[in-house]
């Protein structure tokens, strides 16, 4: 306990967070205890009994570690018995304040530089994001680095949530090592990687650059590409530090609070997206046809709207919704953006058609 301890307060500097209590640290040490038995997470139910016995109260231990550390479910679900239910997940940064956290970082840095050499191979014949097999994998693996394990632990556990690996799918090769792993030309900023603190550097300066380009509108390297501004300032940091779930529920109460906003209306969710895109004459009119598809083109995104609120927002800011993967977020989050569009145009349309009313208006008095 006192290694850990000591190994938070080196941490620190870095940017890492430092767990803030006993209770926080033996969390860790049992999660890592139990994925490194089993190569993968353990759910709360299979970590009660042995945090019951070494007297860690569960909330006590989540008050004291930050999300950085600490991926988990349970502070949105309902508590039973003191105990909460879903999944429990380590980020890379809680690395930093275990024992033998060390040597699975080792395996991580020389994954990330085979990632690398063959990410520049491939995209040097297509110029796309390199998706890699673990049978690329292997073959360099045993050319550059002979003397690493033939079994690798599950680094793939923690790679989807970092920022430069994009998707990918988990076969059954390696005990759960994912078959695909798929990674752009951000890999290459965290090859040569010495330890946790200099790979946390190299990812906050990357997070930082991704957030000033989304909300400046940039493709550019930003995980989101061209969002709208507006959707870009609450959840590009959010996505980029890999909290997906909270960056797609914070994209759509923009939305919603701009729904509001405009219309100057207190309803919320459902009633307040029927209530402004629904009818024949909608407050916002977010259609872009004119003629006979108008109607439906008016509906449908009525029923978008609503589908928003009641299928992605509500569900993750009151449901027992699971934690989102970075593919899924990202194109929830764009369609957030897509929305967030619409109501722009409405809102222009209708300045416009007021000022052409008031033109009208004058001319009209003007001749009488």
């Known amino acids: 306990m006192e290694a850990s301890l000591l190994a938070a307060s080196h941490a620190a500097s870095d940017g890492i967070d430092v767990p803030a209590g006993p209770h926080g640290i033996a969390l860790l040490e049992e999660v890592w205890a139990q994925f490194r038995k089993r190569e993968s997470w353990p759910s709360w139910h299979e970590l009660r009994r042995p945090l019951k ?33 879903g999944s429990v997940k380590l980020s890379l940064a809680a690395l930093a304040h275990l024992p033998d956290g060390a040597a699975f970082l080792r395996s991580l840095f020389v994954l990330i530089d085979l990632l690398a050499e063959i990410q520049e191979r491939q995209v040097s014949l297509n110029g796309q994001p390199a998706t890699v097999h673990e049978s690329d994998l292997h073959d360099l693996r045993r050319q550059r680095f002979p003397k690493t394990p033939d079994r690798w632990l599950s680094v793939d556990e923690f790679i989807y949530d970092e920022p430069w690996c994009i998707g990918g799918s988990i076969g059954n090769g390696w005990a759960g090592t994912a078959s695909t792993i798929i990674v752009d030309h951000r890999v290459h900023l965290f090859v040569g990687c010495k330890d946790i603190n200099d790979y946390w550097r190299r990812r906050q300066r990357l997070i930082a ?160």
């Open 53 to 85: 016995r070494a007297q860690v109260d569960p909330k006590v231990a989540l008050d004291q570690l930050s999300e950085q550390l600490l991926i988990t479910t349970a502070r949105a679900r309902t508590w039973r018995d003191g105990w909460p239910s």
């Open 209 to 368: 650059d991704a957030i000033s380009q989304a909300k400046q509108g940039s493709p550019g390297s930003s995980p989101l590409g061209r969002v709208h501004p507006s959707i870009a300032q609450v959840s590009a940091e959010l996505f980029a530090d890999g909290h997906y779930t909270d960056a797609v529920l914070r994209a759509f109460k923009a939305v919603e609070h701009r729904v509001q906003q405009v219309t100057g209306s207190n309803e919320i969710g459902q009633r307040l997206m029927n209530s402004t895109f629904g009818g024949t004459n909608p407050q916002l009119d977010v259609a872009r046809t004119a003629g006979p598809s108008t109607p439906g083109e008016r509906d449908g995104y009525k029923m978008l709207f609503i589908g928003a609120m009641t299928g992605l927002r509500n569900v993750r800011a009151h449901g027992d919704h699971p934690p989102d993967n970075v593919d899924e977020a990202r194109d929830a989050i764009a369609f957030a953006s897509l929305l967030m569009r619409r109501i722009d145009r409405a809102v222009d349309l209708r300045a416009e058609s007021t000022n052409e009313a008031a033109t009208a208006g004058r001319a009209t008095d003007g001749t009488r």
